[in-house]
Nanobody, 126 residues
């Protein structure tokens, strides 16, 4: 069992920056990757970014490519999502998720992730 805890959400003006963080806790933590998803009111949960724990390979949704950066600290089991040039459409609850086993491709479907945090809200508004 893995516990996932997000932090760092908040409010920011358009064009601003914010970092959300994720910490994973388990007695014996072995997993393949960590991902960030987001869900705006009335919309489906969507993939944002993913990073593999061992090799640090990253993947991004087209909507955030060039603006968001995902990074991890494997020793601490933490993952950060640095968000720059934020837009109002980035407003959502951001969720961190853990993919326990690799699938040979970049998993972007929420159902492919095994453990989830409670989410942290990001509001981009002037």
């Amino acid at each position: 069992q893995v516990q996932v805890l997000e932090s760092g959400g908040g409010s920011v003006q358009p064009g601003g920056s914010l970092t959300v963080s994720c910490a994973a806790f388990a007695r014996t933590f072995t997993s393949y990757s960590a991902g960030w998803f987001r869900q705006a009111p009335g919309k489906e949960r969507e993939f944002v970014a993913r990073i593999t724990w061992n090799s640090g390979l990253t993947a991004y949704a087209d909507s955030v490519k060039g603006r968001f950066t995902i990074s991890r600290d494997s020793a601490k089991n933490t993952v950060d999502l640095q968000m720059n040039s934020l837009k109002p459409e980035d407003s959502a609850t951001y969720y961190c998720a853990i993919e326990e086993y690799g699938k040979g491709y970049v998993a972007t479907n929420p159902a492919e992730y095994d453990y989830w945090g409670q989410g942290t809200q990001v509001i981009v508004s002037s």
